[in-house]
């Protein structure tokens, strides 16, 4: 302890003295000259909205504010009446007047085919028509929903891949289903009958032939118009003709 006694205290001389905090600090010729005690807070103002400063009354009445909002009306949101907008089933492109030219096309084989109508994807019709034969083989006892569906999926597959390799303009998947399927209204007509009538005799035969014909001609024709291949209608009608041979021995047998 002798080594700290004899410590040199002269070494950290400084000229800082406790006396001189007593001694105010000069501020003058600065923004704050005033104390801290004296400071007076409304000297020195913040930016304050003119809307706050002047507060407009309340006008309106109890459970009736003023209207300060104009909503919009429908026409203007939507920039169009209600009354100009098309029907329902038209953008859902069902056309009834569409679908019985197409079936009176079908039904008169000798009548020209309207190429643009024909060219619609239009599978309304088809679907009706497909669950009319499935129900009119029911009602013959054959539970034939899923051959139905299957033969048909098929067919228009072939037939689209063969329309697309002979047309020029090429074909949708759509379009062919769609005439493959409003052609097979004679079919149901040759199920119909054999709900009474059994279609194994010589006259189903004779019967069965002529319906099947009836289907392929018919589509070939419309294929033909819509597709603009003349002179090639026979070359359709063969596979048409083979696959409607198939829903025939499906109402046959």
């Known amino acids: 302890m002798s080594g700290f006694d004899s410590f040199n205290t002269d070494f950290f001389q400084t000229s800082y003295s406790i006396d001189d905090q007593s001694q105010p600090y000069d501020y003058s010729g600065r923004p704050y000259s005033k104390q801290y005690g004296g400071y007076e807070y409304s000297q020195q103002s913040g930016f304050v909205p003119p809307d706050m400063m002047q507060q407009q009354p309340y006008t309106g009445q109890i459970y009736q504010p003023t209207q300060t909002y104009t909503p919009t009306s429908a026409q203007s949101f939507y920039g169009s009446n209600f009354e100009d907008e098309p029907p329902l089933l038209e953008e859902l492109g069902i056309n009834f007047d569409h679908i019985w030219q197409k ?5 008169h084989p000798l009548k020209v085919a309207d190429g643009s109508i024909m060219n619609e994807t239009d599978l309304a019709g088809p679907m009706v028509f497909c669950l009319a034969f499935g129900a009119t083989l029911l009602l013959a006892g054959k539970i034939q929903f899923g051959y139905v569906y299957g033969i048909s999926a098929i ?21 062919v289903a769609s005439v493959l399927g409003y052609c097979l209204l004679p079919m149901i007509l040759l199920s119909t009958f054999a709900i009474v009538f059994s279609l194994q005799g010589m006259m189903g035969i004779i019967l069965t032939a002529g319906v099947i014909g ?32 198939v829903f025939a021995l499906i109402s046959v047998f």
């Open 103 to 107: 079936t009176l096309t079908v039904l």
């Open 155 to 175: 067919g228009c597959l072939g037939m689209f891949c063969l329309l697309n390799l002979m047309s020029m303009t090429g074909v949708s998947f759509g379009c």
């Open 214 to 245: 009836w289907c392929s001609f018919s589509a070939s024709k419309i294929f033909i118009s819509a597709l603009a291949m003349e002179g090639q209608q026979l070359l359709v009608a063969y596979p048409c003709a083979l696959l409607y041979g």
